[in-house]
């Protein structure tokens, strides 16, 4: 069983930057992929980022490459996700996951633990 946090959401300008950041709890967090999906209002949870438990690999989706990176500290049990250039369209719920697989995945279904989510509102 895995629990997950997340905080570091907030309010931020458009073009500024957050870092978010999920706690897990257990001791075999290192042994999974974490991923990172997010959910504007009226639209479905979308993917963003994963990456899988030693940290080498990594997947983005289009939409934040080169602004969004993805981390983990197996030692701290924590993942992270910087958030930089930050448009109005980014506005949602940002919500970590776990699973229980070496490798990362951007598939929704593949993850088996869910964060309760932290907002990210960018304003114009």
């Known amino acids: 069983q895995v629990q997950l946090a997340e905080s570091g959401g907030g309010l931020v300008q458009a073009g500024g930057s957050l870092r978010l950041s999920c706690a897990a709890s257990?001791?075999?967090?290192?042994?999974?992929?974490m991923g990172w999906f997010r959910q504007a209002p009226g639209k479905e949870r979308a993917f963003i980022a994963a990456i899988s438990w030693s940290g080498i690999t990594t997947y983005y989706a289009d939409f934040v490459k080169g602004r969004f990176t993805i981390s983990r500290d197996n030692a701290k049990n924590t993942v992270a996700l910087q958030m930089n250039s930050l448009k109005p369209e980014d506005t949602a719920v940002y919500y970590c996951?776990?699973?229980?697989?070496?490798?990362?995945?951007?598939?929704?279904?593949?993850?088996?633990?869910w964060g309760q989510g932290t907002q990210v509102t960018v304003s114009s």
């Open positions: 257990g001791r075999t967090f290192s042994t999974y992929a």
């Open positions: 996951a776990a699973g229980s697989f070496a490798l990362a995945t951007t598939i929704e279904g593949e993850y088996d633990y």
